[in-house]
Nanobody, 117 residues
Framework: QVQLVESGGGWVQPGGSLRLSCASS????????WYWYRQPAGKQHEWVAQ???????LYQDSVEGRFTISRDNVKNMIYLEMNSLMPEDTAVYYC???????????RGQGTQVTVST
């Protein structure tokens, strides 16, 4: 059974940093791309960043230069390093990938990030 578990969220002041982690298990096939999404309270979820197994990363314009997505294939972990955090980064953050067997986007339970004074 596929399982994704995010961690590392919390409260941080503006300008601070957090590192989110996503532990994956139960995946016995290759995953060509991993994603981080976020959902601010009362708003729709939005794409934040993606990592390609073939190499390369993409970022939403608002986080470009501040966030870094990475993957550790040995540990089966996906990370999101977040620097220079701003109040508008406050949201529940989810890691995700497309499961071609079930034809669904898998995601974990999310981790809350709150940026405020």
């Amino acid at each position: 059974q596929v399982q994704l578990v995010e961690s590392g969220g919390g409260w941080v002041q503006p300008g601070g940093s957090l590192r989110l982690s996503c532990a994956s298990s139960g995946i016995d096939f290759s995953v060509p791309a991993w994603y981080w999404y976020r959902q601010p309270a009362g708003k729709q979820h939005e794409w934040v960043a993606q990592w390609y197994a073939s190499g390369g990363t993409l970022y939403q314009d608002s986080v470009e230069g501040r966030f870094t997505i990475s993957r550790d294939n040995v540990k089966n972990m996906i990370y999101l390093e977040m620097n220079s955090l701003m109040p508008e980064d406050t949201a529940v953050y989810y890691c995700s990938f497309y499961n071609h067997r079930t034809r669904t986007m898998e995601r974990g339970q999310g981790t809350q990030v709150t940026v405020s004074t």
